[in-house]
């Protein structure tokens, strides 16, 4: 008997030792990421008044966990007797430790930034043949999140260079949130929820509704883009593995019902909500946005389910999304140049998620909200008129 305990309790550990951290993301990742606004132009300064930010404006309680510095934290050389990574002196003055103890001390959590392959997007040193190292680094620097990009990595084999980086950080025994960034170039949602707890599936977003100015010399994806792509994997998805479809542009320059869709729509879609804007400077209609309550209890249903677009009609996308307790959320987002009016009569519909057979069932009434503006529609008994403005939504919770 005892023997067999024993070789059982060896099991159970090889098995634990044999996969990623589990359940580090039951719900979708939420927090602040540095690289859409700043690129390489971050400081300890900066994260600080970030993390400052974070509390006084409301979105730690909202939900914005994590803060995230992207590319160019680091020296351009390792140290050439240890091989470590170097934050940057002049921009780290204090170094990481005392930044990541900083932002501890608010409550939150602290990400790093590298690659799989050689260099950094930015040039900075890579991670390939130091991935146990660095992870050790980052596990003494009490890490909690690695974004892991994929430049400089094209003789890779992604599921391997992945599944290393993810096995080197359960080695170094600190649970960190593994947010995989290949661009969705190697199909991550096939393989990645074994070894991270987040993919890119997307190109990089940029602060566009649905088009880019000519003069770009870099082609970014735009928001409506990246929600056809996201359209199509959404069978991977769930907790504690999430199609990512990018950090947020909310504040960057798209117009507020812009931004509102894009919002909303990554809430529809149960995606990682990093937001990549100056939360020291936002204003008040971009601070409503990203900490709008309803809109954030969709994202985060712990249903875990992302929504599905059931019907397009006039360039209106009626998107759906189950929820907990036999509630939905639906959104209507109008991506054409004109207003558009909306008629949908709950009755004759046959709304059907085949993923989960779940239904939202014609016998019932559910009351409707608007998770916008807060007003009641009356109920599911009757048709739904409204108009949508152009590149907005009306996004709505039914709740049985
Ligand atoms: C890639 C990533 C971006 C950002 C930059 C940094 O382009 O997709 O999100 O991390 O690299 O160089």
Not at 284 to 311: C, M, P, S, W
């Amino acid at each position: 008997m005892k023997k067999f305990t024993f070789w059982f309790l060896l099991f159970i550990c090889l098995k634990i030792s044999a996969q990623k951290y589990e359940r580090l993301s039951p719900t979708p990742p939420m927090g602040w990421n540095s690289w859409n606004t700043f690129q390489t132009n971050i400081s300890e300064d900066l994260v600080k008044g970030i993390a400052d930010t974070m509390v006084s404006s409301g979105m730690k309680d909202a939900g914005y966990t994590y803060i995230v510095l992207d590319d160019g934290w680091m020296m351009m050389q390792r140290d050439s007797i240890t091989g470590n990574l170097i934050p940057d002196p002049v921009k780290f003055p204090h170094g990481m430790k005392a930044l990541a103890d900083y932002i501890h001390s608010k409550g939150l959590k602290f990400g790093l930034y590298n690659c799989a392959g050689t260099k950094t997007c930015a040039g900075y040193p890579g991670t390939r043949g130091y991935e146990y190292q660095d992870a050790r680094y980052y596990a003494s620097l009490d890490v909690d999140y690695l974004k892991f990009d994929w430049c400089y990595a094209d003789s890779l084999n992604a599921v391997e260079a992945y599944t290393t980086m993810s096995k080197a950080l359960l080695a170094a025994r600190r649970p960190i949130v593994f947010s995989l960034c290949e661009w969705g170039s190697h199909k991550p949602w096939l393989w990645a929820a074994k070894v991270g707890q987040l993919w890119r599936a997307t190109g990089d977003v940029g602060a566009y509704f649905d088009t880019v100015p000519h003069n770009k010399e870099w082609k970014p994806q735009t928001v409506t883009q990246i929600i056809d792509q996201e359209a199509n994997i959404r069978q991977y998805a769930g907790p504690n593995h999430w199609n990512d479809p990018d950090m947020l542009e909310v504040g960057n320059g798209m117009r507020e019902g812009e931004d509102r869709a894009h919002f909303s729509m990554w809430c529809m879609l149960a995606a990682p909500l990093i937001a990549g804007n100056d939360i020291r400077k936002m204003s008040t209609a971009t601070r409503a946005i990203l900490t709008n309550k309803e809109a954030l209890a969709i994202d985060q249903d712990a249903l875990g389910v992302q929504g599905f677009r059931y019907a397009t009609k006039d360039s209106v996308e009626t998107w759906l999304k189950p929820l907990t307790n036999g509630n939905w959320a639906v959104c209507f987002l109008n991506r054409s140049a004109l207003p558009q009016k909306i008629n949908f009569n709950w009755k004759n519909e046959n709304i059907n998620d085949t993923l989960l057979s779940k239904q939202l069932d014609a016998a019932i009434t559910y009351t409707i909200t608007d998770v916008w503006t807060k007003k009641n529609f009356a109920n599911t008994s009757k048709p739904l008129t409204a108009t949508v403005p152009s590149h907005d939504v009306l996004m709505l919770r039914l709740s049985k």
